[in-house]
């Protein structure tokens, strides 16, 4: 079945600074590729996602690239703020409409 | 527009007794999971519906673990009896049939059995 790998598990930046997280799934037939952001006590929420047939997406200040020959897929957030701190998680479909997900990656802004 | 809703927020029971962890999706999903959240395994998924019918129950830990939609608006996850390895986040999570892949998630549950 589907593995999703997630590096790294942890990630200090200071205010202003990119970061990235990055994933790799190891299903070739996987085409749904979303990344979650889960602040303390709640639930995760979808911040972004791609699909197979692109190779790049933007929503202001995050990006997500994927590269399927490679199999992975990288989450790039610009110009850091203190409120994007939080556990940044990535996910890969499967042919059973299932989500598998990555370990999570904690993300920590200083100001 | 409300999001997934899930009850209770928070749970604490002994060690042997019943917990009921309840659901309601984002009106017209017609797909729910039921994820469970630890440190050590992270996010798993335990079982998933489509249309109140079970697909995939493959992640459900053992008989102890039991899921119900009984209408599109409604599931229900029971533990009977509950152990203290239970204790975790239960996360329920909602899909609409127009994007098929994206998944909702709810606020969770935290059971701790002591």
């Known amino acids: 079945g589907e593995n999703v790998e997630q590096h790294p598990s942890t990630l200090s930046v200071q205010e202003g600074d990119s970061a990235v997280i990055k994933c790799t799934y190891s299903d070739s037939a996987s085409n749904y590729f979303p990344w979650y952001k889960q602040e303390l006590g709640k639930g995760p929420q979808l911040i972004i996602d791609?699909?197979?047939?692109?190779g790049e997406k933007k929503d202001q200040r995050i990006a997500v690239t994927l590269n399927k020959t490679a199999k992975h897929f990288s989450l790039h957030i610009t110009e850091t703020q203190p409120e994007d701190s939080a556990v940044y998680f990535c996910a890969a479909n499967t042919g059973f409409q299932k989500l598998v997900f990555g370990t999570g990656t904690r993300l920590l802004v200083s100001p | 527009d409300a999001g997934v809703i899930q009850s209770p927020r928070h749970e604490v029971t002994e060690m042997g007794q019943e917990v009921t962890l309840r659901c309601k999706p984002i009106?017209?999903?017609?797909?729910l999971f039921w994820y469970r959240q630890t440190m050590m395994r992270g996010l798993e998924l335990l079982i998933y519906f489509n249309n109140n019918v079970p697909i995939d129950d493959s992640g459900m830990p053992e008989d102890r673990f039991s899921a119900k939609m009984p209408n599109a608006s409604f599931s229900t996850l029971k533990i009977q009896p509950s152990e203290p390895r239970d204790s975790a986040v239960y996360f329920c999570a909602s899909r609409t049939s127009g994007r098929a892949d994206t998944q909702y998630f709810g606020p969770g549950t935290r059971l701790t059995v002591l």
């Open positions: 009106s017209g999903h017609n797909s």
């Open positions: 791609i699909r197979s047939n692109v």
